[in-house]
């Protein structure tokens, strides 16, 4: 007659298993469509919390897409976190898994961008730097440099138009998306996450800053990915960002 | 209203469950509104406009912070980072009220984002008692323990609810929640008299009282089941069912909570003002 919390949730979680024994009303008969109340909440308020999450996700595929892939997306996969600010980690790697939407490869990483631009909203604070701090170095203590970057600056990379996708579906009169590949920055100059294009190995020279690297052994990695990365350019972006917040220049 | 030392504890006024959307127009004036309650889950990022709009309106009104995560009720033990958590928000914040939900939200790891039921039992009592110790404990003050919303029962239960409340807070010395919302929609559901349930309750232990709109569905077996859906004005049989407390209970602090569907601040500052006039009608 005891209804244990593993019985509950496995009859919660699949509405082909019988509801629990020892469920009631109030005249001890058995609880039948009572139950099915924490089903409905339980699949409604995780659904709704991954439209909230993927809202770009949820515009290409349609409600009705998501609402289903959603249903699946909580079974395999429920918050393992009361925080649901950070819900739908896995959704990326789900997306690329699923068969039917095989011919839509650029999914996983647009629900990659929006997962990135939730975090970057949920980041510590961190103030910048005045950019004339770094103007001020000679040029080789400048390569000697270390940047310290904003919690909430973030990279990804994209064999997709990722940037020019995005804009299209959150933005009036956006440009059609063409096909190249795009990576992304995304800074958070005050409290609205900014994403945008980084020009040639402009990821790989950041993402190496973020590993540790100097300026200078940072550049190296971008030049011999792409010879024409353009250092300046980048780091008007970082800068622009508010997402410069330290200069490291020791060992 | 800049005083600090006038922040720690609730005001027995109207408050409401705060939605960043109001954030301007709080600020700009709050009307009935004198606190406000915040969901602890959604202040536990790093930084940025959440925690800047929270510290802005806790310089300026009284702040309940209400746990919906914690799974107090839950078989397992407490997940140790959530209490860190909490003890976090708690500390920095410094609020005028905490609170909890007796109902479990965690299994195996898994969070279901849901208030979910639990029997009444010597068992699940001491086991409820021992979480709440480690609670206090941890956030080193006295917390709230809020009844839920019943769409069923366990046959196993040996206790009645307001019972069962009274006992926690007597082994734990926290304070308790009276949702009147949930008594009026699990009376509905139980059909037990709410009155009745009001009049059993400790209402010397109750430092908050919450409103919410529920909705009407069937239990499909031609019997309406209400459920405490947080999406519209409260019921006017709620109302009533306030009035019946407060002049019981004398004046409390009194939120309304309207957590989906949410309106614009005109339609929730009336409900507070509603809530306000209930407050100044309690009989001498």
């Given at each position: 007659m005891s209804v244990s919390q593993a019985d509950f949730t496995r009859a919660m979680m699949d509405a082909?298993?019988?509801?629990?024994?020892?469920l009631t009303d109030h005249l001890g008969q058995p609880a039948g469509r009572r139950f099915s109340v924490y089903r409905n909440n339980v699949a409604v308020s995780l659904t709704e919390a991954m439209h909230s999450a993927f809202p770009v996700i949820s515009k290409l595929l349609g409600k009705q897409n998501m609402d289903g892939l959603a249903g699946i997306y909580l079974r395999r996969h429920p918050p393992s976190s009361p925080l649901m600010m950070f819900y739908g980690a896995e959704f990326p790697t789900f997306l690329e898994g699923m068969e039917q939407l095989?011919?839509?490869?650029y999914l996983g990483d647009v629900a990659r961008l929006e997962l990135a631009l939730r975090r970057a909203y949920h980041a510590a604070d961190a103030a910048p730097i005045a950019p004339e701090a770094l103007g001020a170095l000679p040029p080789d203590a400048l390569l000697d440099t270390r940047l310290e970057l904003a919690p909430a600056v973030q990279v990804l990379r994209s064999p997709w138009p990722l940037h020019a996708i995005w804009r299209y579906n959150t933005e009036d009169g956006a440009p059609k998306p063409a096909a190249q590949a795009e990576d992304v920055l995304i800074t958070r100059p005050e409290f609205d996450p900014i994403p945008q294009v980084l020009p040639p190995a402009g990821a790989v020279w950041i993402s190496a800053l973020m590993a540790g690297a100097t300026i200078g052994a940072a550049m190296e990695q971008a030049a011999a990915e792409n010879?024409?990365?353009d250092l300046g350019a980048t780091l008007a972006l970082l800068l622009q960002g508010g997402a410069v917040t330290g200069l490291n220049s020791k060992g | 209203m800049l005083d600090a030392a006038a922040h720690d504890t609730l005001p027995a006024a109207p408050g409401v469950g705060y939605k960043p959307q109001h954030f301007a127009q709080i600020t700009a004036g709050s009307g009935a509104v004198k606190w406000l309650e915040i969901h602890?889950?959604?202040?536990?990022?790093?930084?940025?406009r959440p925690l800047a709009q929270l510290r802005h309106l806790a310089e300026r009104f009284a702040m309940s912070v209400h746990g919906v995560g914690l799974s107090i009720g839950g078989e397992g033990p407490l997940d140790a980072d959530h209490l860190a958590r909490l003890k976090h928000l708690a500390g920095w914040l410094n609020p005028a009220s905490f609170s909890e939900h007796l109902a479990w939200s965690t299994h195996d790891s898994h969070f279901y984002n849901d208030l979910l039921p639990l029997p009444y039992t010597d068992a699940s009592l001491q086991r409820i008692c021992d979480h709440i110790d480690q609670l206090q404990e941890t956030i080193g003050r006295r917390m709230l323990l809020e009844n839920p919303s019943s769409y069923l029962a366990f046959a196993e239960s040996t206790w009645a609810e307001p019972e069962f409340l009274a006992e926690i807070s007597r082994r734990t010395g926290c304070g308790l929640l009276l949702d009147v919302n949930n008594v009026f929609v699990s009376a509905s559901n139980l059909e037990f008299s709410p009155q009745g349930y009001i009049d059993a309750f400790?209402?010397?232990?109750?430092g908050e009282i919450h409103l919410g709109g529920h909705d009407e569905d069937d239990d499909g077996q031609g019997r309406p089941l209400l459920i405490d859906?947080?999406?519209r004005e409260v019921a006017d049989p709620v109302w009533a069912l306030l009035d019946y407390t407060l002049a019981k209970s004398g004046p409390r602090p009194v939120l309304i909570e309207w957590d989906n569907d949410v309106p614009d601040w005109p339609v929730l500052e009336a409900e507070a003002a509603r809530a306000a006039t209930a407050l100044e009608r309690i009989p001498a």
């Open positions: 082909g298993q019988p509801v629990p024994d020892g095989k011919h839509l490869g010879e024409a990365f | 602890a889950e959604n202040y536990m990022g790093g930084g940025g400790p209402l010397d232990k109750v859906s947080h999406g």
